[in-house]
């Protein structure tokens, strides 16, 4: 440790902490960034010890000093620590719940209020799966196609930072499976005083789904849950029935043959399914 010191000694919750504490209590430090010594000037804690704010001053030359100080209590530190811990999972939230959305929604309203503005949004994906259909608990994001775009896009920004989103939680990334033959409505949906909201029907987001066909991964869910759900919902069986109805809104050069592998893997796992006991 000669010539290095942690970039910052103060503790978290404003008390000295000394170098060595972490190894005894560890739930006091996330991370140790270690950076040339410099100098330490006369405590004001006295000999010896220091408080939060007496190390590191600019323009001083490198010194040494002692490791002992003040700890504060385990149980402070629990207490403290889950309290942040409790700050930081809000601030980097990366699931939207039925209660985010609308928090956010209601947000974009009054901001859009506020500017005179009207907007028209329509909402894809699992945030129409889990507003109208409640078949989730929560999405990624909320995949839309809204105008005005630069003023919602502007708007969006500033109610992630406001209510500890993640930027992107609204965005259009959609765009590419839209279909020109779309069909949508306003059913099951929470209006707005100044935002017109819509979503696909059952059978258009059935479809945009099987052209989507992706599996679970890193930051996805996936689509198979979601097709499994709507083609229950729409009493689709078989997968000549599940490709027409892809076929009424996509032209058959455009479907991939991973949507048709799909779409069979789905019908099986309908097949597989124990029998409904109502």
Request: with cysteine; hydrophobic share 40%; glycine share 8%.
């Amino acid at each position: 440790m000669t010539g290095l010191q942690p970039s910052s000694l103060k503790h978290p919750f404003s008390q000295g902490v000394a170098l060595g504490s972490w190894r005894t209590h560890p739930w006091c430090w996330k991370k140790i960034v270690l950076r040339p010594l410099l100098p330490a000037p006369p405590s004001r804690a006295g000999p010896g010890r220091f408080l939060a704010g007496d190390l590191n001053p600019a323009g001083q030359a490198a010194t040494a000093f002692s490791l002992t100080t003040v700890m504060p209590s385990p149980a402070s530190c629990w207490t403290s620590t889950r309290k942040r811990a409790i700050v930081t999972e809000a601030t980097m939230k990366s699931r939207l719940t039925k209660k985010d959305v609308f928090a956010a929604l209601k947000a974009l309203n009054e901001k859009l209020a506020e500017a005179g503005t009207m907007a028209e949004i329509c909402l894809y994906g699992g945030t129409s799966m889990m507003l109208a259909f409640n078949a989730r608990l929560s999405t990624k994001d909320v995949d839309a196609v809204f105008k005005p775009k630069g003023i919602i896009r502007k708007l969006a920004e500033g109610i992630a930072d406001d209510l500890g989103l993640e930027k992107g939680w609204l965005n259009d990334g959609v765009k590419g499976f839209l279909s020109e033959k779309g069909e949508f409505t306003g059913k099951g949906l929470r209006q707005f005083p100044n935002i017109q909201i819509t979503r696909p029907t059952a059978d258009y987001l059935l479809a945009m789904k099987c052209m989507a066909a992706r599996a679970p991964g890193y930051d996805t869910q996936g689509d198979r849950a979601d097709i499994l759900f709507l083609m229950r919902h729409l009493k689709i069986s078989t997968e000549r029935e599940a490709l027409d109805l892809v076929e009424r809104f996509y032209p058959k050069e455009r479907i991939a043959p991973k949507t048709q592998f799909f779409v069979l893997e789905c019908v099986n796992d309908l097949k597989n399914e124990p029998p409904n006991p109502s």
